[in-house]
C-alpha cells in the first residue's frame, strides 16, 4: 500500500512538471500571435499597393512577361510546401503535408513531374525519412519570418521557373538548376484563433486581371521607365511579397495551434492532476486504516495473551 502511495506522488509531481511546461508554452504561444497579426497588419498596405500598380499596368499596357504567360506545355510542375521547424502543435503540420500530399497526387495525374521545395524542419525530417526527394529547404525561421527569408526562396523559386522557360523535355536548364513550369504554394491560412485551415494556391505564372470600372473614362497613364521595364523589377517583388504573406500566415497559424494544443494538455493535466491526487488520497487513507486495524489486532492479542496467562 506505501508503495502504491509513493508511485502515485512520483505521478502527480510529474504530471504538475508537464503542466508547467505547458502552461509557459501557452502564454508564449499567445504573446507571438499577437506580434504575428501586427506584422501581418504591418504588411497588408504594401501588398496591396504593389497589387494595385500591377493591376493598373495590367489594364493599360500590352503585357507580355514570362512571370504572365503561361506554358504551351505543362511539364514540371514546383510545390512549395510551408510547415514549421517545431512541434507542439497539434494538427498544424499534419494537415499541410496532407494539403500538400493531395496537390501532389493530383498533380501527378496530370503526367506532371513534380519538384518539392519546403519551409520548416518537419516538412523536411518527414520527406528525408521516407527518401522523397527535396529540391530545396529553408529552416530556422518559421515561427518569425522577414521578408529577406522570403525573398531566399523567391529567387530559387524564380530561377526554377527561368529554367523551365524552354519548351523540351529536359529536367534541368543551362545552369544546372531543375525548371519548373508552375509553381503551387501550400500554406495555412489563418482564420481565427480556434480555426487555421492549410490549402495550396496557384503562385506562378500570375493571373493579373484587368481592373474594371463602372463608369467614365479611363485616365491616361504615363509610364516612366517602359511598362516591360516595370514589370521585370515589379512582379519578382509580387511574388516575393505572396511568398512573405503565406509565411506570416501560417506563422500565426503555428502559434495558434500550439496555443491551442498546449491549453488542452494543460487542461488535460488538471483533469489528471484531480485523478491521481483522489487516487493518492484513498490510497493513503486505506494505508492509514490498514496500520490502525493492525494496531488494534495486536493490542486485542496481547490482551488476550494476558488473560490466559
Do not use: C
Amino acid at each position: 500500500m506505501a508503495g502504491q502511495v509513493q508511485a502515485l506522488r512520483r505521478k502527480v509531481r510529474s504530471v504538475r512538471s508537464t503542466k508547467k511546461i505547458a502552461k509557459a508554452q501557452e502564454l508564449v504561444a499567445t504573446s507571438k500571435i499577437a506580434k504575428a497579426q501586427e506584422r501581418q497588419a504591418a504588411a497588408k498596405p504594401y501588398a496591396e499597393a504593389i497589387t494595385g500598380v500591377l493591376t493598373e499596368l495590367a489594364s493599360n499596357a500590352t503585357i507580355d512577361h514570362p512571370l504572365l504567360q503561361a506554358r504551351p506545355r505543362v511539364l514540371r510542375a514546383g510545390v512549395l510546401l510551408i510547415t514549421s521547424d517545431r512541434g507542439l502543435a497539434g494538427a498544424y503540420n499534419a494537415n499541410a503535408i496532407r494539403t500538400a500530399e493531395g496537390l501532389i497526387s493530383r498533380l501527378r495525374a496530370d503526367n506532371k513531374d513534380v519538384t518539392l521545395y519546403v519551409v520548416g524542419r518537419k516538412a523536411l525530417s518527414y520527406y528525408t525519412f521516407r527518401n522523397r526527394p527535396v529540391e530545396a529547404s529553408w529552416t530556422g525561421f518559421s515561427g518569425e519570418p522577414t521578408f529577406a527569408d522570403a525573398r531566399k526562396i523567391g529567387e530559387s523559386l524564380l530561377a526554377a521557373f527561368e529554367a523551365g522557360a524552354d519548351d523540351t523535355e529536359e529536367t534541368y536548364g543551362p545552369d544546372g538548376i531543375r525548371g519548373v513550369d508552375e509553381i503551387h504554394i501550400v500554406s495555412t491560412q489563418f482564420k481565427s484563433l480556434m480555426t487555421q485551415t492549410a490549402h495550396s494556391r496557384f503562385l506562378a505564372p500570375m493571373h493579373v486581371e484587368e481592373k474594371k470600372r463602372e463608369s467614365g473614362p479611363s485616365p491616361a497613364y504615363e509610364f516612366e521607365p517602359e511598362p516591360e521595364e516595370m514589370l521585370g523589377a515589379l512582379l519578382p517583388k509580387y511574388i516575393n511579397t505572396r511568398i512573405y504573406a503565406a509565411l506570416l500566415d501560417s506563422a500565426a497559424s503555428e502559434w495558434a495551434a500550439r496555443r491551442r494544443a498546449m491549453k488542452s494538455a494543460s487542461d488535460n493535466a488538471d483533469e489528471l492532476l484531480k485523478t491521481y491526487t483522489r487516487e493518492m488520497n484513498s490510497a493513503r487513507q486505506a494505508a492509514i486504516t490498514q496500520e490502525i486495524s493492525e494496531i488494534v489486532g495486536g493490542a486485542n492479542a496481547l490482551a488476550a495473551a494476558g488473560s490466559d496467562e
